[in-house]
């Protein structure tokens, strides 16, 4: 709680000066305002609830201000030292004058700056801002600018030359596994929207990928993927509906060819997979994906702090 010196000014008998603090917004400023049940000018201080028929603005410009509390009779706020009637039933009172503090501006954390810092590390090509702005017409929100940049980092790694991607969006996430593979490699990516895979494949023709490079195909991922060759490929990314997540990591497991990747989008789920209270169905599920790349033998993984999380995991 601040404590706010008394007001320079007279003050009439019937306002009371008292400390502020901000927990939320105001009608006003932003600023939201309880009341401190003590005064600085040792008079009663009034004590309000939310929801009460009384109605507390302030003019106040910064968290630590001092306030003077008077009647408020009809629309007119009463002058500071005037004299006032006694306070009627059912008034609303409203804060008057105030003797704002700078206001800091706001920081981010250093963690909230480092994660930006890596994310913008890589820059975004021409291509791929194209692809977001498709993402953005869609409403479909795109893989991360750092993910994008770890998908092209672990084609190259492997030595990939066929990919499958489950969830295409609007083309983002393509660009960035076919920027991974080998001159003649192959894209394979599954979407049930054919909207989204018409955007992602403006933004392939764009970037001057041919058909022949990237496979679209628009229908359900577990009615598709089973008809894939197994050990084919070097690199699945999982971008789709979070509820098939864990069957998408077993199709995965057989798409995969020794030595090639796993890697699934979302894996921190907003946050919400380190926190023991959340149990949505989203977290639920990919805490079960998470368990089961520890358990099989199949897979050694690792969870990155990339985007949203990005669980990428090595094929024995």
């Not at 798409?255 to 380190?274: C, E, Q, T």
Request: a negative charge.
């Amino acid at each position: 709680m601040i404590t706010s010196a008394s007001p320079s000014r007279t003050v009439s008998p019937a306002f009371t000066t008292t400390a502020v603090t901000t927990p939320s917004t105001s009608e006003i400023t932003g600023i939201s305002i309880f009341m401190e049940s003590r005064s600085t000018n040792s008079s009663p201080a009034a004590t309000f609830c939310p929801g009460s028929t009384e109605t507390l603005r302030t003019l106040a410009t910064s968290s630590a201000v001092t306030v003077v509390m008077g009647p408020l009779y009809g629309n007119n706020r009463v002058g500071l030292g005037a004299h006032v009637p006694p306070q009627s039933p059912g008034r609303a009172i409203r804060l008057l004058d105030v003797n704002p503090s700078p206001k800091a501006s706001a920081s981010p954390s250093p963690h909230q700056a480092t994660w930006e810092f890596a994310e913008k590390f890589v820059p975004v090509g021409d291509h791929a801002a194209t692809a977001r702005k498709l993402s953005a017409a869609l409403g479909v929100t795109p893989i991360s600018t750092g993910t994008a940049a770890l998908l092209t980092l672990l084609g190259r790694l492997v030595g990939a030359r066929s990919a499958v991607e489950i969830g295409t969006g609007a083309g983002v996430s393509g660009l960035a596994l076919l920027g991974g593979l080998a001159a003649d490699g192959v894209l394979t990516s599954i979407d049930s929207e054919p909207e989204h895979q018409q955007a992602a494949r403006t933004a392939l023709d764009d970037a001057g990928y041919p058909t022949r490079r990237a496979r679209l195909i628009a229908g359900d991922a577990l009615t598709v993927l089973p008809k894939l060759s197994d050990g084919a490929y070097d690199i699945v990314f999982v971008d789709g509906d979070p509820l098939e997540t864990v069957e998408y990591v077993a199709q995965a497991a057989r798409l995969l060819r020794p030595g090639g990747v796993l890697a699934v989008n979302h894996a921190l789920v907003g946050g919400r997979v380190a926190d023991e209270a959340s149990e949505d169905d989203d977290t639920v599920i990919m805490r079960e994906v998470l368990e089961a790349i520890r358990s099989m033998d199949e897979f050694s993984g690792t969870l990155l702090p990339v985007g949203d999380g990005v669980l990428v995991a090595y094929r024995h």
